[in-house]
């Protein structure tokens, strides 16, 4: 199983300011790597694909970088709606076992 | 536009059996995978099984395979969970959602998910 690892496990910044998330791989999963964002009692949202392709509908602020095993995801600017719980996963294996991050919490500092 | 609606969720003793049920519009339905994934209260996200367009593959995690069963009416737009044998561990919001892919070099890779559910609540307690 390919463990994916977040860090850091809280992140507190102020509005306004820049957000960067980690995430790691045990192994390389190429550039087979997602972001999604949760806020509190909602279901997840698909931020960026392919590591750094963002979604329909996402805004620029969020940005996505990295491949192998080393993965990071930017929000340039936090605005008071990104306060969320992040997760990476990993679909780079067939058949699939894909593995989500244990999530990066974004809190208002 | 793309929606998804579980519903089957509730309280079952362990041991016991549930079917979960995903209601799909907005896309053709039968052109695209589709996946369960869980979340425990208070934990992060799990993926738990996958199922291909025609239905004529499925794919599970280790921690449902021989209780769980995936499958599709295409002809509804309906995705199923058959769960059997159910565990206190297997209480979680239950997601259907939708396996985006891309393509890479020729290939189609597939595996994120673009589009999700509600969510529906399972839970396992005497």
């Given at each position: 199983e390919i463990v994916m690892t977040q860090s850091p496990a809280t992140l507190s910044v102020s509005p306004g300011e820049r957000a960067t998330l980690s995430c790691r791989a045990s192994q390389s999963v190429s550039s087979n790597l997602a972001w999604y964002q949760q806020k509190p009692g909602q279901a997840?949202?698909?931020?960026?694909?392919g590591a750094s392709t963002r979604a329909t509908g996402i805004p620029a602020r969020f940005s996505g970088s990295g491949s192998g095993t080393e993965f990071t995801l930017t929000i340039s600017s936090l605005q008071s709606e990104d306060f969320a719980v992040y997760y990476c996963q990993q679909y780079n294996n067939w058949p699939p076992s894909w593995t989500f991050g244990q999530g990066t919490k974004v809190e208002i500092k | 536009e793309v929606q998804l609606l579980e519903s089957g969720g509730g309280l079952v003793q362990p041991g016991g059996s549930l079917r979960l049920s995903c209601a799909a519009s907005g896309f053709t339905f039968s052109s695209y995978a589709m996946s369960w994934v869980r979340q425990a209260p208070g934990k992060g996200l799990e993926w738990v099984s996958a199922i291909s367009g025609s239905g004529g593959s499925t794919y599970y995690a280790d921690s449902v395979k021989g209780r769980f069963t995936i499958s599709r009416d295409n002809?509804?737009?309906t995705l199923y969970l058959q769960m059997n044998s159910l565990r206190a561990e297997d209480t979680a919001v239950y997601y259907c959602a939708k396996v985006g892919g891309t393509m890479v070099r020729g290939v189609i890779i597939i595996g994120y998910f673009d589009y999700w559910g509600q969510g529906t609540l399972v839970?396992?307690?005497?």
């Open positions: 997840p949202r698909l931020l960026i694909y | 002809s509804k737009n839970t396992v307690s005497s």
